[in-house]
């Protein structure tokens, strides 16, 4: 199984950034179409903030998952 994912990180990166940018720009826009881009600017930015925190949640799983197991000692 694969273990490194660089072009979803890649890509919640760009979603992030081209979505938090369409939320700027429209914020002083009167138009309806630059208002309807904002909202899907931070739809966009959202999801790739949770896709970027799930890659995360991963990576720390797996990285659990392949350290060998502590085992408590009683003295």
Do not use: D, F, N
Request: aromatic share 6%.
């Amino acid at each position: 199984m694969k273990s490194h994912h660089s072009i979803l990180w890649a890509a919640g990166w760009a979603g992030l950034i081209v979505g938090l940018l369409l939320a700027v720009v429209s914020l002083g826009a009167r138009a309806e179409l630059l208002s309807l881009a904002g909202g899907y600017g931070l739809m966009t930015a959202g999801s790739a903030v949770y896709l970027l925190a799930g890659l995360r949640l991963r990576e720390t799983l797996a990285a659990r998952r392949t350290r060998p197991a502590q085992v408590p000692t009683t003295r």
